[in-house]
């Protein structure tokens, strides 16, 4: 399975000359791991994923994540990637597909919290349903984060949106929000230096 959702993923890649992952050999335990890359391609991004059954399921956030109650981000749903994607950091050189420095700006695990009258929701009816609820404990992201599928009545387009959920972790600013939680080094630093 994992093979077939990487398709979309390696046909946009160049591997001879980009040192992103190529998600060959067999899926490791993935864990409940997330992680969100800051990503300064032809727009400056985030990416935010978390592994699911031998993937890494992926949405681009253009402003970013918020941990004020109320913020609603857009988040656009992009092509599954590789587990090992992860822990990539460094540089997407010139004429690849997302060409640029991308800074692992946060790692961590995930736990599914969403709960239908007391019940915990299976994460695969989460994704098809459109309404993902976790608790995150990373370095920068504390606390529950709920990934929403929204419709616009008029259009009948639908987008994604990331927000903070209410817990005690709500409004609290992250720390060292410039720096990679891998390296420590900034987006700067990255670019300039692989
Ligand atoms: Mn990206």
């Not at 000359?17 to 335990?29: A, F, H, Q, V």
């Not at 969100?36 to 032809?42: G, L, M, R, T, Y």
């Not at 019940?119 to 349903?129: A, D, Q």
Request: glycine share 10%.
């Amino acid at each position: 399975m994992p093979k077939k959702n990487l398709a979309r993923y390696r046909s946009k890649r160049t591997f001879t000359t980009t040192k992103e992952p190529k998600g060959t050999g067999r899926p490791r335990k993935s864990g409940a791991m997330f992680v969100v890359q800051k990503h300064d391609a032809s727009h400056l991004h985030y990416d935010f994923r978390f592994a699911y059954r031998g993937v890494l399921k992926s949405w681009a956030i253009p402003k970013g994540i918020s941990s004020k109650l109320g913020e609603k981000h857009l988040a656009v749903p992009t092509e599954d990637h590789p587990l090992a994607y992860a822990h990539f950091e460094g540089v997407i050189p010139e004429g690849n597909y997302g060409a640029g420095p991308v800074m692992v700006w946060d790692i961590g695990t995930y736990t599914n919290i969403k709960r239908d009258n007391g019940k915990l929701v299976p994460l695969s009816t989460c994704l098809r349903k459109g309404r993902i609820e976790l608790w995150l404990e990373g370095s920068k992201l504390k606390g529950g984060y709920a990934l929403i599928r929204t419709t616009r009545a008029k259009t009948g387009e639908q987008y994604w949106l990331l927000l903070k959920m209410k817990d005690k972790l709500a409004n609290k600013p992250f720390k060292n929000t410039t720096k990679s939680a891998l390296s420590g080094r900034t987006l700067k630093q990255i670019a300039s230096n692989t």
